[in-house]
């Protein structure tokens, strides 16, 4: 495996957590989608879903697979892995966001996770500019100043 400086570990290891818990939440939803120990129907009311089916399904695809590919293309250092940990961050973020719009204020991990989102999102720019600014041999890429990694 190619070496890896700290904050692609960080990085990974936060979308990997949020890829772990995004199967596990879906499997929840999607399992018990009509209601029981899991879910709460309640919180449907007022939005477009009659189950947790559809819901489950895009927490699986967004907060789970697609995080997983990222950490499956970082881990090849493939050049679309720092865009795509944006991606990640922004996806979460906007998951939340909906989610408030749709059932309101619920749980304090609508925030932890906004945040999370937020802090993927950070990271990873910081990442890819430290990349751009590396293959493109620009001053600060080689060791000075906030892009040295």
Avoid: C, K
């Avoid at 090849?76 to 961050?89: D, F, I, M, Q």
Wanted: net charge neutral; glycine share 14%; charged share 10%.
């Amino acid at each position: 495996m190619r070496h890896m400086r700290p904050l692609e570990r960080l990085i990974l290891a936060l979308e990997a957590f949020l890829a772990i818990g995004a199967f596990a939440g879906a499997w929840a939803l999607i399992g018990d989608r009509n209601g029981g120990d899991n879910v709460d129907m309640t919180l449907l009311e007022g939005t477009p879903f009659d189950s947790y089916l559809v819901p489950g399904i895009a927490l699986l695809v967004l907060n789970g697979v697609f995080p997983a590919a990222v950490v499956m293309l970082a881990l090849r250092g493939h050049a679309l892995a720092w865009p795509g940990h944006v991606a990640v961050g922004a996806v979460l973020m906007t998951w939340i966001a909906v989610q408030v719009a749709f059932i309101g204020y619920a749980s304090l991990l609508q925030p932890f996770f906004f945040a999370y989102g937020a802090a993927i999102t950070v990271l990873g720019a910081i990442g890819f500019a430290r990349e751009t600014h590396a293959r493109l041999h620009l001053p600060g890429a080689g060791g000075h100043g906030w892009l040295a990694g």
